[in-house]
């Protein structure tokens, strides 16, 4: 789900815990994607607060690499792109003029 939203799963609150052969932050820039997403999306249950089922969200196929090395590189390039991304948020809109 998109960061910014608010959404409940079965009614609880589930958290996603990467194992020994993935890299977190490969597997959070690689559910921050549009495409899977998306796929999140289709299974969404529309009401007051929106929700999907663990039993469904676990046989979402996500597009994701096993190779471990991949994922850490993969992983840091997001990680540093999302911080410098907050740093150049940060700066005066004036010092970012160029000459």
């Given at each position: 789900?998109?960061?910014?939203?608010?959404?409940?799963?079965?009614?609880?609150?589930?958290?996603?815990?990467?194992?020994?052969?993935?890299?977190s932050n490969?597997?959070?820039?690689?559910?921050?994607?549009?495409?899977?997403?998306?796929?999140?999306?289709?299974?969404?249950?529309?009401?007051?607060?929106?929700?999907i089922k663990?039993?469904?969200?676990?046989?979402?196929?996500?597009?994701?690499?096993?190779?471990?090395?991949?994922?850490?590189?993969?992983?840091?390039?997001?990680?540093?792109?999302?911080?410098?991304?907050?740093?150049?948020q940060r700066?005066?809109?004036?010092?970012?003029?160029?000459?």
């Amino acid at each position: 789900m998109d960061s910014h939203e608010e959404a409940a799963i079965a009614q609880n609150i589930v958290a996603f815990r990467a194992k020994k052969s993935y890299v977190s932050n490969f597997l959070y820039a690689m559910f921050s994607t549009e495409i899977n997403k998306k796929k999140a999306e289709r299974i969404v249950m529309g009401a007051v607060q929106p929700s999907i089922k663990v039993s469904q969200l676990i046989n979402v196929n996500y597009a994701v690499t096993k190779n471990i090395n991949e994922q850490s590189r993969i992983g840091s390039f997001f990680s540093e792109l999302d911080h410098l991304i907050t740093l150049h948020q940060r700066m005066p809109e004036n010092s970012l003029k160029y000459t």
